[in-house]
């Protein structure tokens, strides 16, 4: 089965300090790894995505994330959180080798909260 | 500003009702694809549309239905409404169907009453 975790629905992080989003993926083959932002009562942003290559890919916003195979892992980091990062965060993951948006699986999201 | 647009932004409807959502993708993009967002449910796929057909099919019920058109924009069709059908409802197009890298829409919040 495929499919995307992330285990903290809440993460609170003190404004400058650098902030971790945990995602873990399970799926055959090598993933397609993305996340995405949504601010209040908006839609998901697009902030970065691996799909082959250097293991640390860098994103929107100063946002970056590391792809780790042997923990299948594609944590969300950023050295310094600012107060107008709050928001709920989303990572996704899909097979390569099938076609179809079934097969693209979002997390249940993350909000991060930046205290000032 | 994603360059997809959603309307209606809100609607307030009665159960047994129907209502129609409609999309229009970024320009250049032939794939669309319809979400529904809870509270308690997340962020569910419900249908994907490439260049007039439908290419993937999720959770969506049989109440519900989507076309997309010539012109590439896409109508969700929500019929026989239920409360539980009190959702945001987003859209999101891509140019192909096959990276994952999606822009939505600012989704069409339904409230059924």
């Known amino acids: 089965a495929q499919s995307v975790a992330q285990p903290e629905d809440q993460v609170n992080v003190a404004e400058g300090n650098p902030l971790t989003v945990k995602c873990t993926y399970s799926v055959s083959g090598n993933p397609y790894l993305f996340w995405y932002v949504q601010y209040p009562n908006r839609g998901l942003q697009f902030l970065l995505k691996y799909i082959t290559g250097d293991n640390l890919v860098k994103g929107s916003y100063g946002f970056e994330a590391e792809f780790n195979k042997s923990q299948t892992s594609f944590h969300l980091k950023k050295p310094s959180a600012l107060v107008s990062d709050s928001a709920l965060y989303f990572c996704?993951?899909?097979?390569?080798?099938?076609?179809?948006?079934?097969?693209?699986?979002f997390g249940t999201g993350t909000r991060l909260t930046v205290i000032p | 500003d994603s360059g997809v647009t959603q309307t209606p932004k809100h609607l307030i409807t009665a159960t047994g009702q129907r209502v129609t959502l409609r999309c229009s993708p970024r320009s250049g993009d032939l794939s669309v694809y319809w979400y529904q967002q809870s509270l308690d449910q997340g962020l569910q796929f419900l249908i994907q549309y490439y260049n007039g057909e439908e290419r993937a099919k999720g959770n969506i019920l049989e109440r519900f239905s989507a076309q997309q058109f010539p012109d590439l924009h896409s109508e969700l069709n929500l019929s026989s409404l239920e409360l539980g059908d009190s959702a945001l409802y987003f859209c999101a197009s891509s140019v192909s169907g096959r990276t994952g890298e999606l822009f939505f829409g600012e989704g069409s919040r339904l409230t059924v009453l």
């Open positions: 996704a993951v899909r097979d390569p080798r099938r076609t179809g948006a079934n097969n693209l699986f």
